[in-house]
């Protein structure tokens, strides 16, 4: 492990500060909404846009890996990340916000397909140890920017620029990497789609891409303040990093699929918690839920769905579909049954899709490989 180590330490300087800004940016949307809905006179489906926008980002960040990924770097994507933080930073006008979290997507796409697969294939067998690992160092700057957000006093702009700058850090291990790294794998191998899985997979990332960007608000809701909903949001991910790093360290221990549909039930009846019992504890705990769904998901749809390159924007892509969709979405279903609800509403979109793909196990994984 050490060796491997050793002869990567340009791809974990890069893939750990990448995270790191990734797990920043997309933290701050949540508690930023209701400044950025007062501040050019937006309403909550309207400003649930803006997590769309960076969503619809990824998805041409992915896209571009499925069809040219043999041309882009990871500098290519901190270029992108840094000149989208700063364009939401500088706060000249909606369209411009939007386009900014656009343009920080798109950097954020191209860094979850660089980084996953290559810490997926350049460790050998703690390969999917690692994944874990680089996604749970996401929890890092998702911990520390609502609390950034909170000492600046609210302020996107400056906390954005904080982002902006945080950027430059990967393109120190980024330069070094090419885009045609060994790690890259091989056209060679098998591609095969499993519907079920790139399912359960949306289903996943909707939950939490709308836990993360409308979480804030629906605790506002439920009678916390703009201040303790942002720390929450930080407690969550520190339990998100929690859960991950321990997850790094028992990789090989359980199922990637059972620890998928686990993540799933567990945080559905966390959301009930927190909605009918105590909205700290319930919050945190959906968290350490949330934490599992993302290195399951792909770890478990790589076993299924084989190595070739092409496979992880697929793989990817599945998530966004849910990404996308969801915020606004829900945005619309919260304006009409009100924002007390949106805890009820998640819970039952995780337990059902764990439900469904309990039932159709056989279909969806029917080897169990002990992988995370």
């Known amino acids: ?19 790191i800004v990734m797990g920043a940016g997309q933290s701050l949307y949540g508690p930023a909404l209701p400044s950025f809905a007062r501040t050019f006179s937006v309403d909550l489906a309207a400003a649930g846009l803006l997590i769309s926008a960076h969503w619809v980002g990824c998805a041409f960040g992915v896209a571009a890996m499925f069809l040219a990924g043999h041309r882009i770097a990871p500098w290519h994507a901190s270029i992108l990340m840094m000149a989208g933080a700063a364009m939401v930073g500088w706060n000249a006008g909606w369209t411009m916000t939007l386009t900014g979290a656009f343009a920080f ?3 954020y796409g191209l860094c979850t397909v660089i980084f996953n697969r290559r810490f997926l294939l ?23 920017a609502p609390l950034l957000f909170v000492a600046l006093d609210s302020q996107t702009e400056l906390t954005f620029m904080v982002v902006a700058g945080l950027s430059l850090l990967t393109l120190l291990g980024s330069a070094w990497l ?4 060994r790690e890259t794998g091989t056209t060679a191998a098998p591609v095969r789609i499993n519907l079920g899985i790139l399912l359960l997979g949306m289903a996943a990332i909707a939950a939490e891409a709308c ?7 629906a ?3 439920l009678g916390e303040t703009e201040v303790h909903a942002a720390e929450l ?4 991910f520190v339990a998100f990093l929690v859960a991950r790093l321990i997850l790094a360290f028992f990789a090989n221990a359980v199922p990637s699929f059972i620890l998928l549909i686990g993540a799933l039930v567990c945080a559905g009846l966390s959301c009930i918690v927190t909605v009918a019992l105590n909205p700290s504890l319930g919050f945190i705990a959906i968290g350490a839920c949330a934490g599992l769904f993302f290195p399951p998901y792909f770890v478990c749809a790589t076993q299924l769905m084989g ?7 697929i793989i990817v892509a599945g998530g966004l579909v849910g990404g996308i969709s969801a915020p606004p979405l829900m945005g619309i279903i919260l304006g009409m049954a009100g924002e007390q609800s949106f805890f009820w509403l998640m819970a039952g979109l995780m337990l059902i899709a764990a439900t469904l793909g309990m039932l159709f196990r056989a279909r969806l994984h029917p080897a169990l490989s002990p992988a995370v």
């Open 211 to 217: 836990l993360i960007g409308l979480g804030p608000i």
């Open 178 to 181: 090419s885009p045609t790294a």
């Open 105 to 107: 997507g798109i950097g």
């Open 1 to 19: 492990m050490l060796a491997h180590m050793r002869s990567n330490l340009a791809l974990l300087f890069a893939g750990l500060a990448s995270y």
């Open 219 to 221: 605790l506002i809701a």
């Open 233 to 236: 949001l930080s407690a969550f």
């Open 307 to 313: 190595n070739n390159p092409r496979i992880t924007p």
């Open 122 to 144: 350049s460790f050998g067998a703690r390969g999917p140890a690692m994944v874990s690992f680089v996604n749970a160092i996401f929890g890092v700057g998702a911990i520390g």
